[in-house]
T-cell receptor, first 111, second 114 residues
Framework: AQSVTQPDIHITVSEGASLELRCNYSYGATPYLFWYVQSPGQGLQLLLKYFSGDTLVQGIKGFEAEFKRSQSSFNLRKPSVHWSDAAEYFCAAPMGQNFVFGPGTRLSVLP | SQTIHQWPATLVQPVGSPLSLECTVEGTSNPNLYWYRQAAGRGLQLLFYSVGIGQISSEVPQNLSASRPQDRQFILSSKKLLLSDSGFYLC?????????????FGPGTRLTVL
């Protein structure tokens, strides 16, 4: 069965530092992959998505993600983190009519 | 443009009381609709999804139920709430059945069962 894993439950970075959040998937064919962000008490907002083509995907809020088939990964990156990026981040992939979400990574940002 | 609403935003209910949460989508037709729950500090748990009016699929057996009385309305209900029903409930939709699209989420309902 298709699955999405996020190895890091909680990550803390300093404001201005670079960020990489990991996402791994298991899927036979080329997957569709998504990254969502959830601020406390809010719904989920789509950051970016990968369907096909260029493996480096640009998203909103300065985020990007790179699809690496050889590593079954779709890691989310940002070169310089802002305090407002503190949130929960979810990687996701469709499965039939549904979506499979990773367990999420909570990002804390130090001033 | 499409928008998704959830009502109410917050709710505090005693154990054993009924529940009705509403989700409505505007600006699209024939959406797939979803109910998720997030317990505190946990990920997303898919509860129900619907591909059309009156069509409900349950992912987790529990004391909750869902209904879709209209194309763009999705309701989550319970006859008797349990303490374990506390959590953050999210409604989501996707469009164009058979085409992969992202899910769009509502603002959520915070339910506290006392």
């Amino acid at each position: 069965a298709q699955s999405v894993t996020q190895p890091d439950i909680h990550i803390t970075v300093s404001e201005g530092a670079s960020l990489e959040l990991r996402c791994n998937y298991s899927y036979g064919a080329t997957p569709y992959l998504f990254w969502y962000v959830q601020s406390p008490g809010q719904g989920l907002q789509l950051l970016l998505k990968y369907f096909s083509g260029d493996t480096l995907v640009q998203g909103i809020k300065g985020f990007e993600a790179e699809f690496k088939r050889s590593q079954s990964s779709f890691n989310l990156r940002k070169p310089s983190v802002h305090w407002s990026d503190a949130a929960e981040y979810f990687c996701a992939a469709p499965m039939g009519q549904n979506f499979v979400f990773g367990p999420g990574t909570r990002l804390s940002v130090l001033p | 443009s499409q928008t998704i609403h959830q009502w109410p935003a917050t709710l505090v209910q005693p154990v054993g009381s009924p529940l009705s949460l509403e989700c409505t989508v505007e600006g699209t037709s024939n959406p797939n609709l979803y109910w998720y729950r997030q317990a505190a500090g946990r990920g997303l748990q898919l509860l129900f999804y619907s591909v059309g009016i009156g069509q409900i699929s349950s992912e987790v057996p529990q004391n909750l139920s869902a209904s879709r009385p209209q194309d763009r309305q999705f309701i989550l209900s319970s006859k008797k709430l349990l303490l374990s029903d506390s959590g953050f409930y999210l409604c989501a939709w996707t469009g164009l059945a058979g085409v992969v699209n992202e899910q769009f989420f509502g603002p959520g309902t915070r339910l506290t069962v006392l």
